[in-house]
T-cell receptor, first 109, second 116 residues
Framework: QKEVEQDPGPLSVPEGAIVSLNCTYS??????FMWYRQYSRKGPELLMY????GNKEDGRFTAQVDKSSKYISLFIRDSQPSDSATYLC?????????FGTGTRLLVSP | GAVVSQHPSWVICKSGTSVKIECRSL??????MFWYRQFPKQSLMLMAT?????????EQGVEKDKFLINHASLTLSTLTVTSAHPEDSSFYIC????????????FGPGTRLTVT
């Protein structure tokens, strides 16, 4: 079993839709949870991070962590074509990040 | 703030030659830097972790004699791919963690290596 599982997609939505991206993890020792956005042939860009359970909101983005079910989510409101990218969840293991495989998101105008 | 650069952004080399990739933290000091490899449509695979002034720690399955990492200062780490072969062609990405931070990593833009 992979430490971090993520549906690779692609996930196709129309502009303006609410997008839900999800990951599950297996290591209960994970404390920090991150979401990165990666455009094609570019390095990942940190979008949001959360510590422990709960929600965190930043503009159109909301990150949610449920440690009891080992489930992390990223919601994007009013999605835009510029949001089309691969979204990687990552959990902070001992001294290093453990990445999911990434979900490719396509937002059509 | 928190900008990481990589150089070169794209390099083509012949099989058997060596290639050096630089990773710099431009506006912060990075005690720890990481090197990743990414194949098309796949996630990032951690190759090694380097701490300033000490030897790098390589992940299982990564040849330390082939991928030489040097972290000589708090703002610069280099990855040298020695005796490159076509199967080493990939996207190499570095990241840096600021001194005093326990989790945030900032990524460089990546280097595309093509070995012919």
């Amino acid at each position: 079993q992979k430490e971090v599982e993520q549906d690779p997609g692609p996930l196709s939505v129309p502009e303006g839709a609410i997008v839900s991206l999800n990951c599950t993890y297996s290591n209960s020792a994970f404390q920090y949870f991150m979401w990165y956005r990666q455009y094609s042939r570019k390095g990942p860009e940190l979008l949001m991070y959360t510590y422990s359970s709960g929600n965190k909101e930043d503009g159109r983005f909301t990150a949610q962590v449920d440690k009891s079910s080992k489930y992390i989510s990223l919601f994007i409101r009013d999605s835009q074509p510029s949001d089309s990218a691969t979204y990687l969840c990552a959990d902070q293991g001992f001294q290093k990040l453990v990445f999911g495989t990434g979900t490719r998101l396509l937002v059509s105008p | 703030g928190a900008v990481v650069s990589q150089h070169p952004s794209w390099v083509i080399c012949k099989s058997g030659t060596s290639v050096k990739i630089e990773c710099r933290s431009l506006d912060f000091q990075a005690t720890t830097m990481f090197w990743y490899r990414q194949f098309p449509k796949q996630s990032l695979m951690l190759m090694a972790t380097s701490n300033e002034g000490s030897k790098a720690t390589y992940e299982q399955g990564v040849e330390k004699d082939k991928f030489l990492i040097n972290h000589a200062s708090l703002t610069l780490s280099t990855l040298t791919v020695t005796s490159a072969h076509p199967e080493d062609s990939s996207f190499y990405i570095c990241s840096a963690r600021a001194s005093g931070s326990s989790y945030e990593q900032y990524f460089g833009p990546g280097t595309r290596l093509t070995v012919t």
